[in-house]
């Protein structure tokens, strides 16, 4: 799986993690990888191997200087391509920097994200992803990062669960759905109006469209997740924009997670931005520290406030009067079940329903792609870069055909559906 993944151009920074031209470098790992991310003179963001191969002395503690970063030990240097630049502690007549060469990987930036291509040069997509938030101009769009402690699968299935929403993110109190439905249909998930929806998935080149479903009234609430390879999802539930998350593999036991979502009308405000940053929904609350890996390794990065040391912050008393799970924002509860699922879930010991559909498609395209690129067949979707530029939908409709509603609906939203 991780040879499938190093075929796509992934998300690997938020890019003002890296602001500074010259400024310090940030240590990361991507895909068991262990690397370090910095912005040189000229802008142009590398993330290289995290030791220098003189005596594997850490880069993250070099200089940032002059075209490239320099180790603290020996003064050894390297540019954003791996080249070595400088080896000042040999004799000019002995050096052999022509013969050095660092890991380094491509890096291109687009919409507030530092995007890293890590596999064969021979097969390197040409263009990014054409998400619509990462093709928004600068202010339209609102990307967040951070760490979640399991598998990356876990996050990514769960976004792919509607079911859950009727429970793990209900709240207790008593809704008038009629007066919500004005402010946005998303709402009557909340309500948990309906808690078993009919699902239905159509497979498409860059992964499938999947459907719920409810009953409202004497039409249905129908909702619409794209989920797109390896990791992506589009998520209905904001208005002018799309908006939904991805999950890069840190390790076997780690994820970064990555929140995107934008405005066609306009900017964000100062007030939006903050608003996220209050945790209700996406990002979580969060700061910015180093964090240990199990084997000792550091990385630089956000950590939830919210998480298994301090129970997620759960409160019981608002579990019996508020809200169905006593925690309080969307994804910290999304996170205390992932999480508490251990690292790596064992899931040969689950009993999966029809509400899974979507996450037992999800398993099979990823695992057929994955045995194909053995067989040396390599993924099309990195290939098509626009069919990434897809919106989620939702919408009260007394029709009851999931393609009878993305052939009324999808053509608004300039997407082809399938």
Known sequence: MGELFRRFWLPALVSHEVADRNGPPI???????????????????????AHCPHRLAPLFFGRNEEGGLRC????????????CLDMPNEPPERQFKQRITQTAYPTREQGGVVWVYMGPKEVMPDRLPQFEWAQAP????????????????????GEIDTSHISFLHSMKEVYNPEALVAQSPSVLENAALDGAPRLTLLETPYGFNYGSR???????????????????????????????????????????????????????????????????????????????????????????TARIENDYLIDREMQRDVNFTGIW??????????????????RSKEHLGTADIAVLSARRLLLNMAKKLMKGEEPRPPHDPESYNLRPLEVIDPQDDFRSILEKYDATLGAAAF
């Open 72 to 83: 603290a030990y020996h003064g050894w240097k390297f540019d954003v391509n791996g080249t």
């Open 329 to 346: 924002g969307v994804n910290e509860q999304d996170r205390s079940l992932q999480e508490g699922m251990r690292p790596i879930v064992d």
């Open 138 to 157: 600068e202010g339209h769009q609102f990307v967040a990062k951070w760490l979640q402690r399991t598998n990356w699968c876990q996050g990514m299935e």
């Open 214 to 304: 409810r009953t409202y009234k004497d039409q249905y609430y129908w909702r619409v997740t794209r989920w797109l390879f390896p990791m992506y999802s589009l998520i209905p539930g904001t208005a002018n924009g799309g908006a939904g998350r991805c999950w890069v593999p840190v390790d076997d036991e780690h994820t970064f997670t990555f929140h995107y979502q934008s405005r066609d009308d306009r900017p964000f405000d100062d007030d939006e931005i903050a608003q996220f940053y209050k945790g209700g929904g996406f990002p979580p609350r969060m700061e910015r520290t180093k964090y240990m890996l199990r084997d000792g390794n550091v990385i630089d990065t956000w950590v939830p």
């Open 27 to 49: 240590r990361i790992r991507l895909l068991g990888e262990d690397l370090v991310a910095f912005r040189d003179s000229t802008g142009t963001v590398g993330i290289i191997g």
